[in-house]
């Protein structure tokens, strides 16, 4: 199934320009618009992604398609969810041009991945992506909730972002969004990226993070109660847990009654608790 990557003409910085300007397209903040102008950086992007021939890919903002032409040779399928409608229109075509034997491979999607609870043909394996800056985060954590078939994830997020999402109990950038992926995956970061392999360049360093699904933790508690207790413990970090958890548990009291029965430290953080902690404090304040 897997064909070279050679097997589709990868966009250089010319070719991103080019192609922009045909289209009239202004890279935007509002969009989080940063095109990769690299073609090494996305073949590390694949590599790093440790994708199988028969793997479904859905890469979110594919742009102008740079990640994408490097994707579809060694996958099955690639879904590109991408909300701008000029650029939705225009990967099809690119991909055609420069890739004509893999462009059956591709399907375009033209929606916002934050509203996206379906997408076409099979369900897909994994998810690799740069993702919008200002947007990551969620759409992260909304299609490994959306999408159960996801098995692995490799994204490119701003530098800060992938530190928190990587980041371990105890850790001074350790905070919701790093207990709610781990909700879902084993987390790690997986390599740094600088601004110079983008246009327009950003004002901040990126970085990949890779996730692989594992089962959540064993709990009576919904993951929306989870998730509660997980901002809840972060929205008032400074607070110990008995304090921070008292406005879901009803009172100070019931939150430490909670927390003892969960085995946690009353006096704690949230930043010293894994995800495993969170899910039995939930079963016991939700029970």
Not at 109 to 117: G, H, K, Q, S
Not at 179 to 201: L, M, N
Not at 267 to 280: K, M, P, S
Request: hydrophobic share 50%; aromatic share 4%; proline share 7%.
């Amino acid at each position: 199934m897997s064909e070279s990557t050679s097997a589709a003409a990868l966009l250089g910085p010319a070719e991103v320009r080019r192609l922009a300007a045909a289209l009239g397209i202004r890279p935007t903040k509002q969009l989080g618009q940063n095109f990769v102008i690299d073609p090494n950086t996305v073949r590390r992007i694949v590599r790093s992604a440790q994708l199988r021939p028969d793997d479904v890919v859905v890469e979110v903002g594919p742009g102008l398609g740079s990640l994408t032409l490097a994707l579809l040779p060694e996958v099955a399928r690639v879904v590109a969810v991408e909300v701008d409608p000029v650029l939705a229109a225009a990967l099809p075509g690119t991909v055609a041009d420069r890739a004509p034997a893999l462009a059956g491979r591709l399907a375009v999607v033209r929606a916002d991945a934050l509203a996206v609870t379906a997408l076409p043909g099979p369900a897909p394996t994994a998810m690799v992506a740069n993702l919008p800056y200002n947007v990551a985060v969620p759409v992260l954590l909304h299609l490994l909730a959306g999408f159960e078939s996801l098995q692995r994830v490799l994204v490119m997020v701003q530098a800060e972002v992938a530190d928190r999402l990587a980041a371990r109990p105890g850790s001074r950038t350790y905070g919701a969004p790093s207990v709610k992926a781990r909700w879902y995956c084993e987390v790690r970061r997986a390599g740094a990226i600088g601004r110079s392999v983008f246009w327009p360049a950003p004002n901040v360093d990126s970085g990949l993070v890779a996730m692989v699904r594992r089962s959540p933790p064993a709990t009576a508690a919904s993951r929306e109660q989870v998730f509660a207790v997980i901002d809840a413990a972060f929205g008032q970090r400074r607070k110990m847990l008995r304090s921070a958890l008292a406005g879901l548990a009803g009172s100070t009291a019931a939150a430490e009654a909670a927390l003892s029965a969960a085995g946690v430290d009353p006096t704690a953080r949230g930043e010293a608790l894994d995800v495993d902690q969170f899910a039995r404090i939930a079963a016991r304040l939700f029970a």
